[in-house]
């Protein structure tokens, strides 16, 4: 058996001999079919996607290729968990997001929309059951109060922003894979390969890359996030797809951003329902990411907060209201073991040894004070004098040498134990310190990343300082 994710799909491995297979049992024969008619269409356009080698005849299982066990998502798992792609980690991830417009462009030749399950194309329905999959199976169950008028007309605006490219007479049509994230992506032979795309239907491109790049737990840097745009788009620019796409780049990329906000408020319903109803976990550690998303999507983009006011609005109240539904929501019997560790307050700071340790003002003693000073120094050369560890050249020289990244893999795991035990005993305060020589460049780093990497994974209270470059702010 195959440990499953969000799908009530059955999967399990069989052997005979040295060959495997993987059997699926489905729950729903329209849904099959629509896998299977999709999967041997790509086939059949040379497209990374596993073979489909026998179906029952009842269509209710079907076995495919065995692809392995390694998904895109366990690849990267360095820069989920720390926030710093490795080189290898950021090209697997251009290799996949090049693969996926050939899915998108090619895998539309030919194909039979009338096949898609459930519907052939995302239009006005499918867009408000999304919308409304937000409303009624995440935000109900805050308890916040929202105005149903104000929150239909943004539903509105974002209906028309994102269906207008398919109302052109230019429409040419794209596949539009609808659950394109890291966990649908294997690696075999080190290529992708991509799987459950049985949703797939008719819609604009933005969906997919919004989906890939902005998955809340494949916590993508926003600099990593551009440069697989450009990748992508580049891709899309090649002699391959001539005259196949019907924006310009410029006009693709100002249409992102609302794909994105859409994306974000389909998934936090998925992870209200999984999570809350199904009782999956894993959704539920995922929702303060997705916030964290929503809230960076808004403070980027004053387009977004003005055309949509109220999830504008909504989007700070539930930030506030501490990144998790009210566990006296209206879903009586929650899981007892989910609690919110909010109380916790980690606080952060980069600093200058010159200038002594910083005090511990909670009275704890000071917690864990780390010496970056053993790490490649970029202040010793003239072109990163007057940079810090938050500018990108800085970042870059930190991270191609490598050093800085081998040094926060052992502060991650004796942080994480810390937080998690504080968590568990109800403390209410822990301090990491980061010192180098003039708490300019590795200190900076190390504590940005460190500090980040605490509030995305454990949905605390992170207090980051840089004291000596006199930043101060709280995620």
Known sequence: MIKQQGSNRVYTREQDGNQTVIRVEGTNRDENRAFIYLARHFASQGLPVPHVLWVSDDEMSYTQ???????LFDAIRHGRETGCFLPEEKELLARTIRALAHIQIVGARGLDWSRCFPVPAMDERSVRWDLNYWKYCFLKGTKIEFSEPLLEDDFDRLVEKILSPMRGEQDRGYF??????SRNVML???????IDFQGGRRGPTQYDVASFLWQAKANMPAALREELIEAYLDECDGEWAKGQMEESRAEWKKRLPHFVLFRTLQVLGAYGYRGYFERKQHFLESIPNALRNLQELFAQHSDLRELYPEIYRLSNLLAAHGLLPDSTSTIDDQPSEISN????????????FKKGIPEDKSGNGGGYVFD???THNPGKYDEYKTLT????PVIDFLEKDGEILTFLESVYRLVDHHVERFIERGFSHL????????????SVYSAEHVAQHIHDKYGVHVHLIHRERKIDRNL
Do not use: I, K, W
Not at 188 to 194: E, G, H, L, V
Not at 431 to 442: D, E, I, L, M, P
């Open 65 to 71: 290729q065995d692809l392995g066990d390694t998904s």
């Open 176 to 181: 539009l894979y609808r659950d394109m994230q």
């Open 188 to 194: 075999c032979d080190d290529q992708p390969y991509f």
């Open 341 to 352: 560790p909010s109380e916790l307050t980690v606080t952060v700071y980069s600093f200058s």
């Open 372 to 374: 970056c000073r053993s």
């Open 389 to 392: 560890g938050l500018d990108q």
């Open 431 to 442: 301090q990491v310190s980061f010192g180098c020589t003039g708490g300019q460049h590795r």
